[in-house]
């Protein structure tokens, strides 16, 4: 009888824990940075400010006043004050006067209540901003803190990108591996069969391993059905694939427009991010020949234009890497790629 009521009031607590209180303060819950593409913000951003706070807790209060929003992103960091980019979370701190943000750190993959040493880092987009922080404060955790951050870290997404799909990171619970924790549970209730139920045991230990083994395929498969129902809405809507984006449908106007010239053609991609669209795009319109370093060469004749700020298109002038001649926009993206045809 007494469960019937200690069970609502332990769901209610979590609910409470787990839900910021409605009060002043804006309440933020950073997310993995791999689970958007970064490029926009870290290529664009005009300032920048960052610093280290140590302390166990979690949240971290920040009183600030800044006039523009700002980019956030913070990361636990090694006792040598290194770190692994993968872990690190982004998020918005937004435009306030003498306001007061709580940031909560119980999100951050390899958060536990200890203390611990946190880089920030805030980008602003405005040339001269007024952002000035008058509070960095660590918030003590509580034990509900601690048993809430399991639950969040658990149920966190698995951070999936289409152009590593080899990088999965596993769950983690208070920065330990939910694999190994699941591993001695299990052990845990062999031993305990073993003992108590001797002659039975086998069977009782078989279930319980299978029982394990569902378990974890079960919290995979979700976040496997989460990724590849997105991934395959973006594919039937836009043509798009993840962090590709518009590359496939760049892929396809290329070729088009390749086999619609008598001479062979060649196209040139300029970028100033990862090499990673130009190389699927290479692989993607073989065996026409690209070339990765944005340079006009004599065989070139068509320019792709992706996820590069310092470019131009003055007046069918194009000016992109080394590249400074006449084009012809043949199409652009959605994602800001532009597909051009040099004008010979």
């Known amino acids: 009888m007494r469960w019937r009521i200690i069970l609502p009031v332990c769901c209610i607590g979590f609910v409470l824990q787990t839900t910021p ?12 940075a791999l689970s958007s593409d970064q490029y926009t913000i870290l290529s664009s951003y005009q300032e920048s400010a960052d610093g280290i706070v140590e302390g166990a807790g979690a949240f971290l209060k920040i009183g600030y006043t800044s006039g523009v929003d700002l980019n956030g992103y913070v990361v636990i960091m090694n006792p040598d004050q290194t770190y692994n980019p993968a872990d690190m979370n982004s998020f ?8 007061t943000a709580t ?19 805030f980008l602003s987009p405005s040339v001269q ?41 596993g769950y983690r619970v208070l920065n330990t591996s939910f694999a190994l924790i699941l591993g001695i549970l299990l052990l845990m209730s062999t031993l305990f069969f073993i003992i108590r139920k001797k002659s039975a045991a086998a069977p009782a230990i078989f279930l319980t391993l299978i029982a394990g ?20 809405k973006e594919w039937i809507t836009t043509h798009g694939f993840g962090q590709a984006g518009d590359t496939y449908n760049v892929a396809d106007a290329l070729k088009k427009h390749a086999a619609l010239t008598r001479s062979p053609a060649a196209a040139s991609v300029c970028f100033s991010s990862t090499d990673y669209y130009a190389k699927l795009l290479r692989y993607l319109v073989y065996p026409l020949p690209v070339t990765m370093s944005g340079q006009l060469l004599p065989a070139t004749t068509h320019v792709v234009v992706t996820h590069d700020l310092n ?7 194009l000016r992109c890497g080394s590249i400074n001649h006449p084009a012809t926009l043949i199409e652009s993206f959605p994602d800001g790629t532009a597909l051009y045809s040099l004008t010979r």
């Open 21 to 32: 209180a409605f009060s002043a303060d804006t309440h933020i819950r950073p997310v993995r």
């Open 92 to 99: 918005i701190l937004p435009e306030d006067r003498n306001g």
């Open 103 to 121: 940031l909560d750190l119980r999100t951050l993959p390899n958060w536990t209540p200890s203390s611990h040493l946190y880089y920030l880092s």
């Open 129 to 169: 901003t007024d952002t000035q922080f008058s509070e960095m404060t660590i918030l003590p955790a509580s034990v509900l803190d601690t048993v809430s951050a399991a639950f969040l870290q658990f149920s966190s997404i698995e951070p999936y990108w289409v152009s590593s799909m080899h990088l999965l990171h």
């Open 213 to 232: 083994l569902l378990f974890y395929s079960a919290r995979f498969t979700t976040d496997l059905t989460v990724h590849s129902l997105t991934h395959v």
């Open 311 to 317: 470019w131009s298109d003055d007046n069918g002038n």
